[in-house]
């Protein structure tokens, strides 16, 4: 905003000097059907006043935008701020909620497996395991429970134990295609240095995914990384 004021200040400037420099001696103004002769010096004098009067506002009002613009832009990022703290209070609010929904009636399932996601929102996977795995014993075929108890237990250990790498082949034969599953495996089986069964799933895996995506590209480094692992050990064992 201030190159722009400076910009229109420049062209008013300019062209009081054409005015004032102009060679004319006198204007006529017809008004009404009749002529007016007015000294040049006059109409000079008076257009050179009006074009200042025009630029000195004109500059303070454009040159004052970027302040209003940083005012405006602190106001926005406040906001952003305030609203991340409402979140945060939002979710401890959400927490109690099902904490006393699972206490007060201990055959919600669907509140266990809510207040499972909310442990793990809060990153204590501990817990989350812990409320989870009473919800996917009530139901063993619910793929959504089976979905989190999986990341509960991936999180708390960077990978998974012999049962939940049970559960995890058993929910993939009903759901194939399901990729938090297949991702999960993935990753838990390449932590545990199982790099052929890591690189069956991430094999399937990559071809649910669309090419352009971040998970796509980074799934290519992954199985570059896995194969380089599987040659290695091939080497050596030689």
Do not use: W
Request: aromatic fraction near 8%.
């Amino acid at each position: 905003m201030i190159v722009l004021a400076i910009i229109i200040v420049l062209i008013l400037l300019t062209a009081s000097y054409v005015i004032y420099t102009t060679n004319i001696t006198s204007i006529t103004i017809s008004i009404a059907g009749k002529d007016y002769l007015l000294p040049a010096q006059k109409i000079k004098s008076s257009s050179i006043l009006f074009i200042y009067a025009v630029t000195v506002p004109i500059y303070c009002t454009l040159g004052s935008f970027d302040k209003i613009d940083d005012y405006y832009s602190f106001k926005e990022n406040k906001s952003q701020i305030t609203g991340l703290i409402d979140d945060v209070k939002s979710n401890k609010k959400l927490l109690s909620l099902f904490e006393d929904k699972v206490q007060t009636n201990p055959h919600d399932n669907h509140a266990k497996h809510m207040l499972g996601k909310i442990y793990l929102s809060e990153n204590n996977a501990e817990d989350s395991y812990k409320i989870l795995q009473i919800a996917a014993k009530n139901e063993p075929k619910n793929e959504a429970i089976a979905e989190s108890l999986l990341e509960a237990a991936f999180r708390i250990d960077g990978k998974l134990k012999l049962k939940n790498i049970n559960l995890a082949n058993k929910m993939l034969k009903q759901h194939p295609h399901n990729k938090k599953i297949l991702s999960i495996l993935t990753m838990s089986l390449y932590n545990s240095e199982n790099y052929s069964k890591s690189l069956k799933h991430a094999n399937k895996l990559i071809k649910l995914l669309n090419n352009n995506s971040y998970e796509y590209k980074q799934l290519k480094k992954l199985i570059a990384s896995i194969k380089t692992n599987i040659q290695v050990i091939n080497k050596n064992s030689i």
